[in-house]
């Protein structure tokens, strides 16, 4: 049974940073692509950073310079390292992880206001 639990969410001050992680279980981790992706209210999912099981990373143009993603194969976990937050960064945060299927963690949520 595959489990993704997200944690690290919070509230922050416009500037401030988070770092999010995302410890999965369930799954030969390293062959996966972890990413995250972000839900602001009335919005659609969209994806923030990906790692794919090579090592690349993508990064939605919003974020450039601002996020970083990473991914500790020995602790099946990945992290979003979140800095200059901005107030349109507020959303629920989701943990994906892809191969053959897809699943999801159930959240967290990220508020940036002062």
């Known amino acids: 049974q595959v489990q993704l639990v997200e944690s690290g969410g919070g509230l922050v001050q416009p500037g401030g940073s988070l770092r999010l992680s995302c410890a999965a279980s369930?799954?030969?981790?390293?062959?996966?692509?972890m990413g995250w992706y972000r839900q602001a209210p009335g919005k659609q999912r969209e994806l923030v950073a990906l790692s794919t099981s090579g090592g690349s990373t993508n990064y939605a143009d919003s974020v450039k310079g601002r996020f970083t993603i990473s991914r500790d194969n020995a602790k099946n976990t990945v992290y979003l390292q979140m800095n200059a937050l901005k107030p349109e960064d507020t959303a629920v945060y989701y943990c994906n992880a892809a191969r053959a299927g897809s699943w999801w963690g159930q959240g967290t949520q990220v508020t940036v206001s002062s």
């Open positions: 369930g799954i030969i981790f390293n062959i996966y692509a």
